[in-house]
Nanobody, 114 residues
Framework: VQLVESGGGLVPPGGSLRLSCAASGIAFSLRTMAWYRQAPGKYRVEVARIGVDGTIVYDPSVKGRFTISRDDANNAVYLQLNNLNPEDTAVYYC?????????WGQGTQVTVSS
């Protein structure tokens, strides 16, 4: 199993980013996929998930600002981040839901700062 996240960066408050995750070694189209984040000094938490039928759930802290999507043909999941604020600063990871604890990727750093 390999999960490779990309697309992070440094943006000012109110900015946007689009994160990508390329997955391999899993039956991607049969898995609920999710994005998680871990802020400094905090536990890793789920921010959004998308089921095989397209059902989407967002954490209340990101609802209305983040959009998750998936491309089963390319084993990819995306997270569009809009109207970012400093509290969104974290390392963002993709994984199955529930997560495969043995196969986290390296994550992608999102830093929101002026």
């Amino acid at each position: 199993v390999q999960l490779v996240e990309s697309g992070g960066g440094l943006v000012p408050p109110g900015g946007s980013l689009r994160l990508s995750c390329a997955a391999s070694g899993i039956a991607f189209s049969l898995r609920t996929m999710a994005w998680y984040r871990q802020a400094p000094g905090k536990y890793r938490v789920e921010v959004a998930r998308i089921g095989v039928d397209g059902t989407i759930v967002y954490d209340p802290s990101v609802k209305g600002r983040f959009t998750i999507s998936r491309d089963d043909a390319n084993n990819a999941v995306y997270l569009q981040l809009n109207n970012l604020n400093p509290e969104d600063t974290a390392v963002y990871y993709c994984n199955q839901n529930p997560p495969d604890a043995a196969n986290w990727g390296q994550g992608t750093q999102v830093t929101v700062s002026s």
